[in-house]
T-cell receptor, first 116, second 112 residues
Framework: KAGVTQTPRYLIKTRGQQVTLSCSPI?????VSWYQQTPGQGLQFLFE???????NKGNFPGRFSGRQFSNSRSEMNVSTLELGDSALYLC???????????????FGPGTRLTVL | QKEVEQNSGPLSVPEGAIASLNCTYS??????FFWYRQYSGKSPELIMS????GDKEDGRFTAQLNKASQYVSLLIRDSQPSDSATYLC????????????FGSGTQLTVLP
């Protein structure tokens, strides 16, 4: 079974631009979560989508948004990029149930975003 | 108080020794507990899940859970240099509105 895929793997943008990142979950997984990872802050939760609905949201500004499609693929968008948005953006998929192994999240390789 | 706390390390152990990684959590309704391994420059990889009090063994890895003490640990037996990585503890409470919360990770170095 194929793992979680993310595109693009690397991205360089300038301040003020916007960016869209894509995530394809493991086949059969209905939940996709997005994280931001920086050396100073560790893994920070952005949001989770389940069956095309945002189920949870972390403490990030409204410039960060996402969506999920009917095939469970997900995108996240960051508008008006700031230097501090430079980070590794990770998505993780899971079956999406409420407990046990349904919660196990499997990560994609990540998108390394650099904002100049 | 952080929701999930880990010693940041670095933790160094000689090859062949047992590495012990610890994690405490604050939310008493936490039900699912995970250990991830992250090599430098790579994404986290799930290595252990544990849901009930006690020990769970998988190869050289043993996860231990004590819900009364709000404590979960990971033991790595016969540590190898290839085990050198950052280990992340993650905790989730029951319910769809609860997210998976990660600790800041413990950096482990296994010395040849």
């Amino acid at each position: 079974k194929a793992g979680v895929t993310q595109t693009p793997r690397y991205l360089i943008k300038t301040r003020g631009q916007q960016v869209t990142l894509s995530c394809s979950p493991i086949s059969g997984h209905r939940s996709v979560s997005w994280y931001q990872q920086t050396p100073g802050q560790g893994l920070q939760f952005l949001f989770e989508y389940f069956s095309e609905t945002q189920r949870n949201k972390g403490n990030f500004p409204g410039r960060f948004s996402g969506r999920q499609f009917s095939n469970s693929r997900s995108e996240m968008n960051v508008s008006t990029l700031e230097l501090g948005d430079s980070a590794l953006y990770l998505c993780a998929s899971s079956l999406g149930g409420l407990a046990g192994t349904y919660n196990e999240q499997f990560f994609g390789p990540g998108t390394r975003l650099t904002v100049l | 108080q952080k929701e999930v706390e880990q010693n940041s390390g670095p933790l160094s152990v000689p090859e062949g020794a047992i590495a012990s990684l610890n994690c405490t959590y604050s939310d008493r309704v936490s039900q699912s507990f995970f250990w991830y391994r992250q090599y430098s420059g790579k994404s986290p990889e799930l290595i252990m899940s544990i849901y009930s009090n006690g020990d769970k063994e998988d190869g050289r890895f043993t996860a231990q859970l004590n819900k009364a003490s709000q404590y979960v640990s990971l033991l790595i037996r016969d540590s190898q240099p290839s085990d050198s990585a950052t280990y992340l503890c993650a905790v989730k409470a029951v319910g769809s509105a609860r997210q998976l919360t990660f600790g800041s990770g413990t950096q482990l170095t296994v010395l040849p």
